[in-house]
């Protein structure tokens, strides 16, 4: 893609009302680089346990970065870094304020990626950390605490690639943040008040998964509500819309994920020359930079074999990767809201819905909404405008026990 047409697209979405954030951010402390560096060995304790924390910057909320104690889809413990947001004003809500697990929108692959980063004006900072900030605001502005998760990834020393769209890891280190909130001294939260999830995109996929093993995972959480934006549910499917696409990179990261996290797979093996390189490349992007470079690419001139990724996934064992990952065969617990643009150009939006039905033949709470959409260009993107607000007003909602009732059956 050319400069030009780059600038455009990013002016494009800029103008639509998301400017990057961490610009009007001050500088975060110098000492928080030493919170992305685990003790070694890992100390022995609970998930959610805070291993280490430092203070930071963020516009109307005290910030505290953390790193905090999970698992990752083997079971493993693993150090993973986040963000704590507490609004300076008072909580004027019922009851005691609740925190937020924020899950965020794709952000990339590289260490300067990461959103504890980016939110507090370090790292990458492009129209996707304003997309990030501009969810966080609507939530802090309604008076949620914020528990953001980076999830696990190398912006950790020792972390390893992000095992991107994984959905025990994720729904792991989304759950864990809360516990890691919870724990947080010096913030004034409570110990064990009302929880709630958010995410959109990788992050809407991060919720849902995280709502789905709520009761086992964390059955201490008392969470009154899950919102899934646009969620990539059902990764067969990805495999094939993708694919040689405009955003053919969130597949190229969904297989360096699928090799961090499975490493018994030899995903590599099946790569040429060319998809080596596209890997070693692009475990070093941020989104944008991602999605600009390889758009267009057709995964079958980078696998030996000439095949498209889509014929390895429905075979062993690969078949079973697929199968474990995806969203939709166990019932929340809790309340859902799940919502996506019918016109949705990265995640088909079937996906989205079907994930939904099968909630609800399970006997789950689930609102189902059409997420508003002004063009089918971008809609995906755009769809970040609309989701923040959506999201935060049906979780107020639920934490006020007024969202009991979906509507299941009528979509």
């Given at each position: 893609m050319s400069a030009f047409l780059r600038r455009g697209v990013v002016a494009t979405l800029v103008a639509a009302g998301m400017v990057a954030l961490p610009a009007a951010n001050a500088p975060a402390l110098a000492d928080s680089t030493s919170v992305y560096v685990p003790p070694s060995p890992l100390p022995p304790g609970q998930n959610g346990d805070v291993l280490k924390s430092a203070p930071s910057t963020y516009n109307g909320a005290k910030a505290t970065r953390i790193l905090y104690l999970s698992r990752d889809n083997k079971d493993k413990p693993v150090a993973v870094s986040g963000s704590v947001f507490v609004p300076n004003s008072a909580w004027t809500g019922p009851g005691e304020r609740p925190i937020v697990a924020y899950a965020p929108f794709t952000f990339g692959m590289g260490p300067q990626c990461a959103p504890s980063k980016t939110l507090a004006g370090e790292g990458a900072s492009d129209v996707i950390s304003g997309f990030?900030?501009?969810?966080?605001?609507?939530?802090?502005?309604?008076?949620?605490?914020?528990?953001?998760?980076?999830?696990?990834?190398?912006?950790?020393?020792?972390?390893?690639e992000h095992p991107y769209v994984v959905r025990l890891s994720e729904a792991h280190t989304v759950l864990d943040v809360l516990r890691a909130a919870q724990r947080l001294p010096g913030t004034g939260l409570p110990a064990n008040g009302p929880v709630g999830i958010a995410g959109y995109s990788e992050g809407g996929g991060a919720a849902a998964s995280a709502a789905e093993l709520a009761a086992t995972y964390a059955p201490e959480l008392d969470v009154k509500g899950v919102y899934a934006g646009a969620p990539p549910a059902d990764k067969a499917a990805l495999s094939k819309s993708l694919d040689g696409g405009m955003y053919v990179a969130f597949l190229g990261y969904a297989l360096i994920g699928i090799n961090q996290a499975y490493p018994e797979a030899n995903m590599m093996s099946l790569a040429n020359e060319a998809g080596a390189q596209l890997f070693l490349q692009a475990r070093q992007t941020c989104t944008l930079d991602a999605v600009f470079r390889f758009m267009g690419k057709q995964t079958s001139s980078l696998t030996k074999s000439g095949q498209p990724v889509a014929s390895f996934l429905a075979r062993p064992p690969f078949d079973a990767i697929v199968a474990e990952n995806r969203i939709g065969t166990l019932k929340p617990a809790m309340p859902t809201m799940v919502e996506q643009s019918p016109l949705?150009?990265?995640?088909?939006?079937?996906?989205?819905?079907?994930?939904?039905?099968?909630?609800?033949?399970?006997?789950?709470?689930?609102?189902?909404?059409?997420?508003?959409?002004?063009?089918?260009?971008?809609?995906?993107?755009?769809?970040?405008?609309?989701?923040?607000?959506?999201?935060?007003a049906w979780l107020q909602s639920a934490f006020k026990g007024q969202a009991r009732s979906g509507n299941c059956g009528r979509f």
């Open positions: 990030q900030g501009g969810f966080v605001n609507a939530l802090l502005n309604a008076g949620f605490a914020v528990a953001q998760t980076d999830y696990i990834g190398p912006w950790v020393e020792g972390g390893g949705d150009d990265v995640i088909p939006a079937a996906t989205g819905k079907q994930m939904a039905k099968d909630w609800c033949a399970k006997g789950a709470t689930v609102q189902w909404k059409d997420l508003v959409s002004f063009t089918p260009v971008f809609s995906h993107a755009l769809g970040m405008l609309t989701a923040p607000g959506d999201a935060t």
